[in-house]
């Protein structure tokens, strides 16, 4: 377990999954998401909640995308649409 600023994390390409949410508060879920495929070996696999408007308005995911349910953080407090996006990292 680390505790840090995942972004100033050197990454090493040493993880063969990566799962992750990253923060919704404007894009910054890009930054996360181009940072995480970092710590993937070749052939690793990531997958990443993100909010539905990623996909839909911004375009910005990558891989294969997947709406979740409505209302599927609602016990969280938050009734944000979401998905999720696999990515496979090419040998």
Request: proline share 8%; net charge neutral; aromatic share 12%.
């Amino acid at each position: 377990v680390m505790t840090a600023n995942f972004l100033q994390v050197q990454p090493e390409p040493i993880f063969d999954k990566v799962i992750m949410n990253p923060p919704f508060h404007g894009k910054t879920y890009v930054k996360h998401l181009e940072h995480a495929l970092k710590f993937l070996r070749d052939g690793g696999v990531l997958l990443c909640i993100m909010p539905a408007t990623a996909h839909y308005d911004h375009k910005t995911t990558m891989g294969q995308w997947y709406d979740l349910p409505v209302g599927s953080f609602a016990e969280a407090g938050t009734n944000v649409p979401t998905g999720f996006c696999v990515v496979y990292k090419r040998e």
